[in-house]
Structure formats: structure tokens, C-alpha cells
């Protein structure tokens, strides 16, 4: 079978029993005797990818000249990118778009298999058939009956992000997770595009293991690379399943492409894959030592979902080690915390009992923050204590539900918050994030309900015009109004009236949350695995949802 050649004939024997068990083992247990047909019943093209553990047996036990394990494998292992597929608000994400718009439910598993589960879904469509979703699932039961479980399973594989070629990539043809996967050389060898050359020694011992052959490519480098699957528009479906509008639901690499970073060359790579200085290898067997090495950490902004999925590692069927999950969660909050904003206190004075200061936050990074998925938020939390260390004021508290005191639309999902210029009442608070909008003007979190934004108000990168930027990536809402709402930041005035004498003590935390209360609980109303087992998982971790971005303290005598 076609699966199978991709198997070691010419190793060197001083590593040949290693990899026949990290890589044939592995195999001889995810390879039944025929492939899976799709749903046309045409066998799908899975001889187009390996599995991560062709790739993970050389490109491990890597280390730095400083002593750091940089391993290729272990790395991605932990990532978001390894669990794309594993994911559990996603996976009840898509349940509640084809519950929603039953007549599209194998479209829109197609369209969400392919950024989550691209290897099988691209294997499908290459075969003729549609990618699938609820087919490999549940993965801790499903993962290693087949070739395609496995290759869904892999989420974001090695294979994929090294096979996408430079064709149309940077255009509206290429989002969507419509990149082109590289035809095979004429002799049936598959290219994996990487940033160095390889020598034909090299070549045959890669194409001996793994069915690929290293192709030096600048592409792989690019910010283009990235924007295929990171930019994502949605269609709006009607409930007889007619197209009846569009939204630019993930626009990173535009947002990107309107900031200072895009003309000062600072790629999606350069902050997502961190560049460790060399002597390093990138292979630890017969691999040369390069200048510098691109770690695949691929950090983020989600150490909520490692650190969830690594609780419940067994149901979500996670090959990763637990170290591996944690090392990226704490990867991640580590970026979050010293990497992504700036939040200070201004001109604060106290006279009369009114207490009034400025609060100026800056985002640090390429693109709006927070960006991506529009279940991400961020917003400030202001606490105001007396000499005796009572709280004498606070907007913007995280209860342990995960939700927001104050906030509009955590109470009740028809309303939203506004941005805010000036707050004078604790049920005020500055949130920023983007709000979807139906047809109707409604508030939603169903992807293919929104047609528009109601709001969005997250924080602009450095050099970002909002009075230039396309509607893709305008600001919507009172913040297209607020002078003081720029590129370099914004600055929201406080007046608050505050009945105590003597010092006071103000606290400001920048808190960010990857899902937020209302996405998760409008999950409620759906009677299906998928959603009721994310909302337990979320319950159980809700107070662990935020991390703190940024925070300043200033003490008023």
C-alpha cells in the first residue's frame, strides 16, 4: 500500500534500530490493510504526508551552545499547532456551526477540518472526497485505527507547513487554508521546504526515512506562509443554508501588513518561532551544524488551552507529555506577561473625595491584541484601596465563572460593553475585544451568523493608522471616535468618587483571557458531546482563564 513507503531502506546501522521503533512501530500499529474512503468513497491521497514521528526521530535531542534542549519535535509536541485537532472548544465550536446549519454541516466540517486537521482534510480533497471532523473524533478512540485518524490527529503536522508552496501565497486565494500543497519530484519524492540546503548525502538518508527531500525555500521564512491559514474570512449562512454575507473573522496578517513591523521586516517568525544562535543542529543524526535555529515552540497566546488540555489529557487522547504541554504553557505566559503590553498610571490626584488618574496602555506586538479567534479579550482591572488596605473601588474583577463583574454582555448575551473614554462607576469597564454582529445588529459567537462587527476596540500595533486601515481591519465602535484610542496606545480617564481619608493604593492589571465567559456559556443551549464536554472542562478551570498582560501601582499620599 502507498502508506507504507515511507519506510528506512539505506540507514546507516549505527541508528537504524532506533528509528525502525519510532518510526515503523508506530506504523505497523495506525495501517490497516485498505485506506478509508471519504464520503464519495475514493481513496484519499494520504501517501502526501508523513506523521510527526518520521520527522521527531532525527530532529530531537537538540541543544543549544548555551545548554538549552531546542528540540524540533518536543517543541511542536506541545504546542497548540500538535493539538490543533485536539482542541476541545473547537471541536465543540464545529458541533454548534452544523447544528446550527444542519443542510452545510459536510461543508462547513470541510472548511474547519482544514486549518485544524489540514493533513487528512488536504488527503480527502486530493482523493476527491471532503475533509471530515466528527469522523475522527473522539481522537482518544479513534487515533491509530487508520491512516487518515492519524493524520488527523496530528493537527498541524511537520509535513504540512514544510510542503506549502510559494504559489499565490500573501493573496485572498491563499486564505482560508487554501495554500497549494508542492507536487512530488518526478521520481515520487515530496519536497520539505526548510531554510537550509542539504547535501546529497543528506538527501538520500531523509528520503530513506521519510519519503522527503529538503528543498531550500525563503518562502518558509515569510509572513505569507503564516497568513494562510491565519487568515480566515467566514461566509454567513441563512437558515436555508444560502451564503447571505461575510466576515473577516481572523485578519492577523493584515493587521500586521498596516503596522511598522511589516516595513522593519519582523515576520509572524521571527516572534512566534524565536531564533536561537548557533553552532546548532537541526538534525540530531549526521545533521550539520547551522548558524541559528527557528524553534518551533510556535508560542502564542493560549497557555489557558495547554494547560486545559493537559488536565484532561486521557479524553482529548494527547500524545504530548505533560512536561511538554507545561513547558509551552509557561512559554506562553511568559511572552504574555514581558512580551505584549505596557500598562502605566498618569496625572493621578486625590482632592475632595474624587479620585482622578489616567490609565495608558501600549500593545508591544505586530497586530491588533488581541488578535486571531474573536473569543479573545483583554481588559483592564483597576482596584483602588484605602490606607487600611480596604477596597474602596474596583471595575474589572474576574469572577471564578470566568466572567467579567460589570461587564454587559457576561450578563446578558443580547448586550456588550462599550468602550469606554471616561469611567466614573464600577460597573464600568474597559474591555477590548471584538464584537460580532448578525444581520439583525444582534451580539453573537456563531461564526456563520455574523455578517459585521458591533465593536472592536483591541489595541492597535505600533504604526497602525486607523483612519487609513481597510474595513477588514477598522475599528468599529466608540474607539473610531476617541482621539486618545491610536497607535500608541490608549488612555482611559478615571474619575472616581472615593469616601476614605488618607493614602490610597491603586492597582492596575492589563488581564487577558483567550476564551471568554460568553463564548463558552452560548454553548450551553447545544445537546451534543462536543459542547457539553468542553463547558465541564471550562467550569473546572474557569478561574485559571486570565493571565495578567501588563499591571502598574501608584500610591497617593
Known sequence: ?????????????????TLIVSTLGVRGEQAPAAPVATRASQAPATDMFALSSDCIACHNNLVSPAGEDVSIGANWRGTMMA??????????SVRRETMDHPSKAAEIEDECATCHMPAAQKAARAGGGKGEVFAHLPINRRAGKSPMDALAAEGVTCTVCHQIAPDRLGTRDSFNGNFTVAKALADGTRQAFGSFEADAGRHRIMRSVSGFQQTLAPHIRESELCASCHTLITEALGPDGRVIGSLPEQMNYQEWRHSAFAGEKRSCQSCHMPIVDGPVRVASVLGDYRGSLSQHAFVG???????????????????????????????????????????????????????????????????????????????????????????????????PRGSIDGNDNDLNAATFEPHYEEITRADQVQIYESILGSPAGAPTTGLLQATQ????????????????????????????????????????????????????????????????????????????????????YYDSVAPSSSLVAGRATRRIP
Open 453 to 536: 462587527y458591533l465593536k472592536d476596540n483591541r489595541l492597535l500595533p505600533r504604526g497602525f493608522d486607523k483612519t487609513t486601515a481597510a474595513a477588514e481591519i477598522a475599528v468599529f465602535g466608540n474607539a473610531a471616535g476617541d482621539a486618545d484610542f491610536t497607535a500608541e496606545g490608549d488612555r482611559v480617564r478615571y474619575r472616581i468618587a472615593v469616601n476614605t481619608s488618607g493614602p490610597l493604593t491603586i492597582e492596575v492589571e492589563l488581564r487577558y483571557q483567550p476564551i471568554g465567559f460568553r463564548w463558552a456559556q452560548n454553548l450551553a443551549g447545544y445537546n451534543a458531546a462536543e459542547p457539553k464536554a468542553f463547558l465541564n
Open 301 to 399: 497566546g493560549n497557555a489557558f488551552m495547554l494547560r486545559l488540555m493537559n488536565r484532561f489529557r486521557a479524553e482529548l487522547g494527547v500524545d504530548a507529555t505533560s512536561a511538554e504541554l507545561e513547558a509551552m504553557a509557561r512559554a506562553t505566559v511568559r511572552q504574555i506577561e514581558t512580551q505584549t503590553a505596557t500598562v502605566t498610571i498618569e496625572n493621578a490626584t486625590q482632592s475632595n473625595g474624587q479620585l482622578a488618574l489616567d490609565v495608558a496602555v501600549k500593545n508591544l506586538t505586530g497586530h491588533k491584541f488581541p488578535t486571531g479567534y474573536p473569543s479573545r479579550r483583554s481588559w483592564l482591572h483597576v482596584t483602588v484601596r484605602g490606607a487600611d488596605g480596604r477596597v474602596v473601588f474596583e471595575s474589572g474583577a474576574l469572577t
Open 83 to 92: 493539538n490543533s485537532a485536539r482542541d476541545p472548544y473547537w471541536q465543540a
Open 1 to 17: 500500500m502507498i502508506y507504507y513507503r515511507r519506510s528506512l531502506f539505506i540507514a546507516p546501522a549505527i541508528w537504524l534500530g
